[in-house]
């Protein structure tokens, strides 16, 4: 009878801070904008503000994601002042 490999953990975590939290800092430069790391990011929002934002990105011709994107780009922005 064979032994069955150990089992790994689905989601070790690492172990240490840096590696934890990836920036943009951490990635190298050959990683495209595109493929940069993303973070989830969930709110509660009541129906009728979801309506509002589903046909305001709508008629703006954008997906609500890119929309909140780039609103949380203006009213959050970088360290120097420019948003991402």
Same mark, same amino acid.
Not at 42 to 49: A, F, G, K, L, W
């Given at each position: ?10 989601? #070790? +975590? ?11 800092? =951490?990635?190298?430069? $050959? /990683?495209?904008? @595109? ?15 979801? #309506? +509002? ?11 609500? =994601?890119?929309?909140? $994107? /780039?609103?949380? @780009? ?11």
């Amino acid at each position: 009878m064979s032994r069955r490999p150990a089992k790994r953990a689905f989601a #070790a +975590r690492p172990s240490d801070a840096d590696t934890w939290v990836r920036t943009r800092e =951490a990635l190298s430069s $050959r /990683e495209s904008e @595109a493929s940069l790391f993303t973070a989830r990011l969930t709110i509660d929002v009541t129906p009728e503000q979801r #309506a +509002r934002i589903k046909v305001t990105a709508f008629r703006r011709g954008q997906t609500v =994601a890119d929309m909140l $994107r /780039e609103l949380l @780009a203006r009213e959050f922005p970088d360290q120097d002042g420019d948003p991402q």
